[in-house]
């Protein structure tokens, strides 16, 4: 019982922290806070998630002279990318180094490893979405902002050209999403990230306006208000071709 009580609390401490508690939907299973539990440890053994990709990154050949590499650095939206019946990419040299859960601080903190080492001609930047909710500290539009142009500024000190992402709608279609990632918050920070791109030479992709329906997430392309489906993976992956070919193009 003691090792029982030490779970609970432990979990209910830690989620009280992240700013992203919510109010239970049901009771809440021992393995499910021992689940969380693990996630917390790793993220303190391995805040950055450097371990995630080191091991792949090392057995990856340098790119050939004439190779377009392109890397998709993210979080769970990213990862998630392929894992259904819409592929990520299939027959490109296209990367996908996403982390599930991750926010702007811990990719930059991996950006030299999972981009910079790998010596890609584009680097595609979503992130955002986790910084909202406050789980890792604050996420304000500014605190994102810095992030985001550090990795700008360091690719293209490494000759990697950019493209800036938009933070993808959400909607409480299956479930709350909005009281940890207020809509409002998320249209402030596109429109950061969108001005942020033309200052900087980046090219802003409007994943964003291609996903909403007013200002939720359009149903039919979400599984639960956050992650796109696979028919929203299959409305990101043109819009995605298009902006790295802009990038590719640009002198």
Not at 50 to 77: C, H, K
Not at 156 to 185: E, H, M, W, Y
């Amino acid at each position: 019982m003691r090792r029982i009580s030490a779970i609970v609390l432990l979990g209910l401490v830690l989620r009280a922290a992240s700013g992203a508690i919510q109010p239970p939907a049901g009771p809440t299973s021992i393995a499910t806070l021992e689940e969380e539990l693990a996630r917390y440890r790793h993220i303190v053994s391995d805040w950055a998630g450097l371990t995630r990709y080191g091991s792949e990154n090392s057995e990856l050949p340098p790119p050939a002279p004439a190779e377009r590499r392109v890397v998709f650095l993210g979080d769970q939206i990213t990862e998630l990318w392929g894992q259904g019946r819409a592929k990520f990419f299939p027959g490109k040299r296209y990367l996908n180094r996403g982390i599930s859960g991750q926010t702007t601080p811990q990719m930059l903190v991996r950006f030299r490893q999972d981009v910079i080492a790998l010596k890609p001609r584009v680097v595609v930047i979503l992130g955002g979405t986790n910084d909202l909710t406050g789980v890792l500290g604050p996420g304000t539009e500014g605190t994102v902002g810095d992030n985001i142009s550090s990795m700008t500024e360091l690719a293209k000190a490494n000759g990697i050209r950019v493209v800036l992402a938009s933070v993808t709608p959400v909607c409480d279609c299956f479930k709350d999403q909005t009281s940890v990632r207020p809509q409002g918050k998320i249209i402030g920070l596109n429109g950061w990230i969108r001005d942020y791109a033309a200052r900087s030479g980046a090219v802003y992709l409007n994943y964003y306006a291609a996903l909403v329906e007013g200002r939720n997430f359009r149903m039919p392309l979400t599984r639960d208000g956050l992650l796109p489906n696979d028919a929203g993976y299959d409305v990101m992956a043109p819009l995605a071709e298009q902006a790295i070919a802009h990038a590719l193009a640009e002198k």
